[in-house]
């Protein structure tokens, strides 16, 4: 059977409510009562009961991560960084996968608000924020990662989208390329618009029309990039370069394009965004926009330790810069 603090204070013959304050590190306990305390609580194997702590101290030392899919190969980068830093500041991270379900959203916030944890990270699918902040108490501190409601007033952390996309298709247009398709995702609809505007800037700074033929939708997966350009090249639509909105469609429309009989880059460069782990591959070398992705999730926690410091008033916004990378795709 676990011991109990009433354990302890029999076996030491002092008060629970000393033995409490020993453990705890409070007043009126004399150094020799605390130090017995403790080396009684050591060899008896006492562990301290985390809900009962929490309910003390308004302090549970746990936060959630709330991601809309743990097999996307951005995803795991960025937990770590938030795991990395809230570990070492003492707090333990519930990760919570969505599958793209806003019901399943909406069920982990209030979840993580019965269990009361300390403060919530989130990467969501909602376009507005009463959807998120709706489902959690006014108090909760609120932290978004990567996909951000456009009208929060919360604390965020992202990489700056439109401008990724922006250096993406200036380098196809440098390159010679005059017909560059857009293949995105709707499944992160603030992301896909993010990208989509620098997408657009890019071709008007340059004196490029639009060609709305040149833009497909799909969902997040490589399987859409793969199917999203062989509907294009089938229709007759024939780019000369592709830039898509991540990683895992990029590397679905080079093999779309190669299976259609095209050259890659020679007939079709391609681009992609996130830079994931398998973009660099010798095999692969996909060109790509990198996003810092460890240092958001980084960040995200620096910024949540600051609200648990300054209170829920505290709010910051940081925009991390993107990066362009070569490599033989595009």
């Known amino acids: 059977m676990i011991p109990t603090i009433k354990d302890i204070a029999a076996q030491a013959g002092i008060s629970y409510a000393t033995v409490s304050r ?46 809309p899919d743990i097999t996307s190969p951005f995803y795991p980068r960025v937990a770590l960084g938030i795991e990395d830093t809230m570990q070492q500041a003492g707090f333990s991270v519930f990760l919570c996968n969505t599958n793209w ?21 989130i990467s969501s699918m909602a376009r507005e924020s009463r959807e998120v902040e709706q489902c959690i108490s006014r108090s909760m501190p609120l932290v978004y990662i990567a996909s951000i ?18 250096l993406a298709v200036s380098h196809l247009l440098a390159q010679g390329r005059r017909r560059i398709a857009f293949i995105g995702s709707t499944q992160e609809p603030l992301s896909l618009e993010d990208r989509l505007r620098g997408y657009r800037a890019a071709l008007v700074r340059e004196n490029h029309p639009i060609d709305e033929s040149l833009i497909a939708l799909g969902e997040f997966r490589e399987q859409s990039g793969y199917q999203s350009i062989r509907d294009m090249l089938s229709r007759g639509v024939i780019p000369d370069g592709v830039f898509a ?5 990029a590397l679905g429309a080079v093999q779309g394009i190669q299976d259609a009989g095209f050259r890659v880059p020679q007939d079709i460069a391609v681009v992609g965004f996130d830079d994931i782990p398998m973009a660099s591959h010798p095999d692969i070398a996909l060109s790509t926009v990198h996003q810092p992705k460890y240092r958001i999730g980084q960040n995200a926690a620096e910024v949540m330790l600051q609200i648990f410091e300054n209170g829920t008033d505290f709010t910051e916004r940081r925009v991390l810069e993107p990066e362009l990378l070569i490599r033989s795709s595009g």
């Open 149 to 166: 409601p456009e009208d929060t007033k919360q604390s965020y952390v992202r990489t700056d989208n439109a401008r990724g996309a922006d």
């Open 245 to 249: 909105e991540n990683d895992l469609l």
């Open 101 to 121: 379900n806003p019901r399943r959203e909406q069920s982990y916030l209030e979840h993580l608000t019965e269990k009361q944890v300390d403060g919530i990270f």
């Open 22 to 67: 020993a453990l705890n590190g409070k007043y009126g306990v004399s150094p020799a009562t605390r130090r017995k305390v403790l080396e009684l609580a050591h060899e008896m194997g006492y562990r301290p009961n985390a809900i009962a702590q929490g309910l003390v101290n308004r302090s549970t030392k746990t936060v959630g991560l709330i991601i």
